[in-house]
């Protein structure tokens, strides 16, 4: 009989498939894909700033300004992420899983037009405007398609699924960074266009998710819609026989009805939560303070100093993106079988020791093989990042937290994540003309001390129900209360 469970447990139908699919690329896709689409055609979009003013006032625009309005450019699309991390909530709540997917499109589709027409209206105001709607987009897709295909998957499957949302992201850097060649779209003609792109993605989920089923568990636990979560169970899993999954559904909408649906405020309040949260706050900071976003905004420097042509190393950071793309795949087909704490520690681990090697390279960058020893740092910083504390977090916050507490702790992880992103943002440039090669020392001991609170303190949680987790975690609050440390 468990022979025949596991069987069953297994399969994977092609209704989950394209659910996941269609959803991670109508919408994680963007993410990825608007977080390095200015990269490229920096120059050009400057220029284009300046052009305009100069139309506009009969002066060239002074550097100071120039500066002030592309850093706006790049930070008001983290600023957006986190207005758009604070509406989860409410939203998943009101319009279901499936429903806010399709609503946020708006935040995609508007200002993909706006910054398409932005050099036709000469106006550098709308793509300032534009970035933060779209950020709005990527916030409210980077919590909630986690959580929606979180919901779909069987428990068995939900490590390698949850991990397709960040898959995508990768997808859409690369895709970006392959539009951004010189000689495709990254010159002065072809950067609105490139810019406007983003809409399509949007377009897609718009025509096509309507017809795949909304989440059960949101269904039956928060609708009280018995009739609709099977048929959708059905669907995702291809078989009439839905009914232990069903039975476990209502264990947990029992073991919950005495909470109730927990906000913000509640789930910080709560004792019985807060070794998850402190965990999903430890995780989505590690995530974005490791240094990852000033990796990809310092390599071409890196590798103009190892002595690649200016005009191949567009090449090299597409490559950088290849690498990336590839170990997510590999991420996606391993997170079942290793666990997902194995991958965080990995993960967080090889991004330690590669911040340490690459402040020795960039330190030492005089000696004539030490560049390329900065250049091997990058990589293998890409690949470590992207097996664990790129992948993981999301999969684990999922996995954390049951149906009443799940939107308001995606509400406090994507926040985290967004404001980290936005900090580093905004003060990795000054950490870079104060401490220079020295500023990754910084990330280096952000990864070994997240490192050591995962060790410390976050349980393996592959294959096992939502009601499982928690109650491990329950375990360790009592533990922890105690105050008898424990390890897992």
């Not at 303070?289 to 190393?313: P, R, W």
């Not at 664990?388 to 999301?394: A, E, L, V």
Request: hydrophobic share 45%; proline share 4%; with cysteine.
């Amino acid at each position: 009989r468990q022979a025949q469970e596991q069987v069953k447990q297994i399969r994977l139908t092609v209704v989950l498939m394209l659910a996941t699919l269609i959803s991670a690329f109508g919408s994680s896709f963007q993410y990825g894909y608007n977080v390095a689409v200015i990269n490229s055609p920096s120059l050009f979009i400057q220029q284009f700033y300046n052009t305009t003013y100069v139309e506009r006032y009969g002066r060239p625009m002074e550097d100071s300004f120039l500066t002030l309005l592309w850093s706006l450019s790049v930070s008001m699309y983290p600023l957006g992420g986190l207005f758009g991390s604070l509406m989860v909530a409410p939203l998943v709540n009101k319009l279901g899983r499936k429903g806010t997917l399709l609503f946020n499109n708006i935040f995609s589709v508007v200002p993909a037009v706006m910054m398409g027409v932005s050099e036709i209206a000469k106006s550098y105001e709308i793509i300032i405007v534009a970035r933060v709607i779209v950020g709005i987009c990527a916030g409210l897709s980077s919590n909630v398609v986690p959580m929606y295909l979180g919901e779909l998957s069987p428990k068995n499957l939900r490590g390698a699924i949850g991990v397709v949302p960040q898959l995508f992201i990768t997808i859409g850097i690369l895709s970006a960074q392959v539009l951004g060649i010189r000689s495709i779209l990254g010159n002065n003609t072809g950067w609105p266009l490139m810019l406007g792109l983003t809409g399509i993605p949007a377009l897609v989920e718009l025509l096509l998710l309507p017809f795949f089923p909304e989440s059960p568990r949101y269904m039956l636990i928060q609708k009280g819609d018995d009739k609709t979560a099977r048929r959708a169970l059905q669907r995702l899993r291809g078989s009439e026989d839905v009914d232990r999954e069903m039975d476990e559904m209502r264990l947990e909408h029992q073991s919950e009805q005495a909470e109730g649906r927990l906000s913000v405020l509640n789930l910080l309040s709560l004792r019985s939560l807060r070794w998850q949260l402190i965990s999903i706050v430890a995780m989505n900071m590690g995530q974005q303070l490791s240094g990852i976003n000033a990796i990809y905004y310092y390599a071409d420097s890196i590798y103009s100093s190892a002595g690649v042509k200016e005009s191949n190393i567009q090449y090299v950071t597409v490559g950088t993106g290849a690498v990336n793309v590839f170990m997510t795949i590999t991420a996606v087909f391993i997170v079942e079988a290793a666990g997902r704490r194995l991958l965080l520690l990995i993960g967080f681990g090889i991004c330690c020791v590669s911040c340490a090697l690459l402040t020795v390279a960039l330190t030492f960058q005089s000696t004539e093989w030490m560049p390329y020893v900065s250049i091997a740092c990058v990589i293998v910083y890409v690949v470590g990042h992207a097996v664990g504390p790129s992948t993981i977090p999301y999969v684990v916050t999922t996995e954390m937290f049951r149906q009443s507490s799940r939107p308001a702790a995606f509400m406090v992880a994507g926040s985290i994540h967004w404001l980290s992103n936005f900090t580093v943002g905004l003060v990795f440039p000054f950490m870079e003309s104060g401490l220079g090669s020295y500023s990754f020392i910084i990330f280096c001991f952000i990864c070994l001390a997240t490192l050591f609170y995962i060790w410390l303190v976050v349980p393996e949680t592959k294959n096992k129900t939502f009601l499982e987790i928690s109650q491990m975690f329950f375990g360790t609050s009592v533990h922890h209360n105690r105050n008898i440390k424990v390890g897992f």
